[in-house]
Every structure is written in structure tokens, then in C-alpha cells.
């Protein structure tokens, strides 16, 4: 327990810092835009703050700080109408049949040739949230699986259930993006799409 | 250790979780001698290495750094 205002304002100033451009980055991602996004950190910065005297020194501030994150994206900007702007989860979630061909190269090389930082962060922007939560936090963030169950209050199992599935949804998309492109630039655009129909 | 059995532990094999070091040392084998799945590994592991650096590059806008320094001062 920090004993006054000037300890707890330079403690939380030492291990808020270091986070920020996680918690932003992460703020980006749920909200889709910058404006909410620096509204959500802001709002988390004040609410933790408040609720210093019951972080424990020496314990996971990084979890917890992003415990109300989450907390506060849930409870104030997630709306559910967010979700009727989506596709449906068995649509995004249908493995992809059709694998164009590249010429001298693998189909998984030519997406990892391909992605871009835009397409990246769009197709996270358009996975459902309580997939895009699972899959930020422990593949970009790098919190373990038992962290973010922590973070999430959710079972370590949903964890996982979730992350294998945010993993495909993604993977769909991203493999969308590069077939679009690479038939694009080789002008087969109208025989790619042909197939998916 | 079978392909099937490797393929369904790829995810916390990359992640780095929940695998005993016998069960990575299974993995690890089955990667030497299998060329399938080490290209099906290979593949992931470049992949979200790829999705994790360009979501890192993310930066911190000024003016937020700026409010936050604000906010702090404020308390």
C-alpha cells in the first residue's frame, strides 16, 4: 500500500509509461478509430489511477491496467449494433476451398508476400469483438493464455477455443485480401471470383 | 508423435504455452523428420510474426501523449 499521493502518482507514472503505446494500440483495434481510441486510453488512465491504492506492488500491472481497458471498451464504446455491420461468424469462419495459383511461388508465400500493415489491421477491425480481444491481446500483445483469461474473466479454455477460431476467421480474410490482389494483378480477378461464387 | 497429434498442438507449440518440454521435444522431432507439417509450422510462425510487427507499428499519436501528461498532473 502507497503511503501518499506524490508515492502513488510516481509509481503509476513509472509503469504507465512503458504501456502506452500497447494500450493505445490496443484501444485502436477495439474501437476502429483514432479519436475513441485515445478517448478509451484516456478514460482507462483515469479510472486506474482512482483505483491505484488497490494495485498491489509487485503484481501484474500490465494485466491489470488492461483488465480495465477491456472493462471500460466493454461497459462504455462497444455497441451491439457493432456486430450487425459484420459478416456472419459461419461465413467468416468457412475454410477457404479455393487457393489461387502463383506462378513460382506457394499460395502461403505469396500471402506473406502481400500483407500489408492496412490489410493486417483491417482484418482484425473485422473480426467479432470477443474473438479481436483474444487474438490482440495474446498474439500482439504477448499475454499468456492465463493472463488473458485473467484480463478477459473468462475461462483459460474459451481462451483457447477462441483464439483457434479468431486465428481462422483471420486467416480467411487475409487470404481473401492477398487471392483478391494476386488475381488482380494478374487479371484474373473475374475467374477468382467466379470460383468463390 | 503423428502428424495429427503435432498439427493439434501447432498453436501452443508457437505460442509458447501449456506443453510439457517432453511434449516440445515430440514436436520437435516430428518437425525433422516430417517436411509437411515443419513447412505447415514454418508458415504460421511467419505468418503471425508477420500480423504481430505490423500491428506493432503502431505509433503513439502526440496528442494523446500530450493528454495523458496532462491527465497525470491533473491527479
Redo the contacts between chains.
Keep these: 500500500m502507497l503511503k501518499t499521493k506524490d508515492e502513488q502518482k510516481k509509481l503509476y507514472q513509472e509503469l504507465l509509461l512503458p504501456e502506452l503505446g500497447a494500450l493505445f494500440r490496443t484501444a485502436l483495434r477495439m474501437t476502429r478509430n483514432r479519436e475513441d481510441a485515445e478517448d478509451l486510453v484516456q478514460e482507462t488512465i483515469t479510472k486506474a489511477f482512482a483505483a491505484i491504492e488497490r494495485f498491489e506492488k509487485g503484481t501484474n500491472f500490465r494485466a491489470w491496467i488492461f483488465k480495465i481497458l477491456t472493462n471500460t471498451f466493454i461497459n462504455n464504446y462497444y455497441r451491439v449494433r457493432e456486430r450487425d455491420k459484420l459478416p456472419s461468424l459461419d461465413e467468416m469462419e468457412e475454410e477457404t476451398s479455393f487457393q489461387p495459383a502463383f506462378e513460382g511461388i506457394s499460395p502461403e508465400q505469396a500471402l506473406l508476400n502481400t500483407l500489408t500493415k492496412e490489410d493486417i489491421q483491417n482484418a482484425i477491425d473485422n473480426i467479432p469483438i470477443e474473438f479481436k480481444s483474444v487474438v490482440v491481446l495474446t498474439l500482439v500483445e504477448g499475454f499468456s493464455y492465463k493472463e488473458t483469461a485473467d484480463i478477459l474473466d473468462i475461462p483459460i479454455g474459451t481462451v483457447m477455443s477462441r483464439l483457434y477460431r479468431g486465428r481462422k476467421i483471420l486467416q480467411n480474410i487475409l487470404w481473401e485480401y492477398s487471392s483478391q490482389k494476386n488475381s488482380i494483378e494478374k487479371g484474373t480477378n473475374e475467374e477468382w471470383t467466379a470460383k468463390k461464387q | 508423435m503423428d502428424c495429427k497429434e503435432a498439427v493439434a498442438k501447432l498453436?501452443l507449440y508457437l505460442?509458447g504455452?501449456?506443453l510439457t518440454p517432453q511434449e516440445r521435444k515430440e514436436i520437435e522431432e516430428h518437425l525433422k523428420l516430417c517436411r509437411k507439417c515443419c513447412?505447415k509450422f514454418e508458415?504460421e510462425r511467419?505468418?503471425?510474426n508477420?500480423?504481430?510487427a505490423?500491428?506493432?507499428?503502431?505509433?503513439?499519436?502526440s496528442?494523446?501523449?500530450s493528454?495523458?501528461v496532462s491527465?497525470?498532473n491533473s491527479?
Design positions: 498453436y505460442d504455452e501449456v513447412e508458415f511467419n505468418l503471425w508477420i500480423i504481430k505490423k500491428c506493432l507499428d503502431t505509433p503513439v499519436p496528442t494523446l501523449i493528454k495523458v491527465v497525470i491527479f
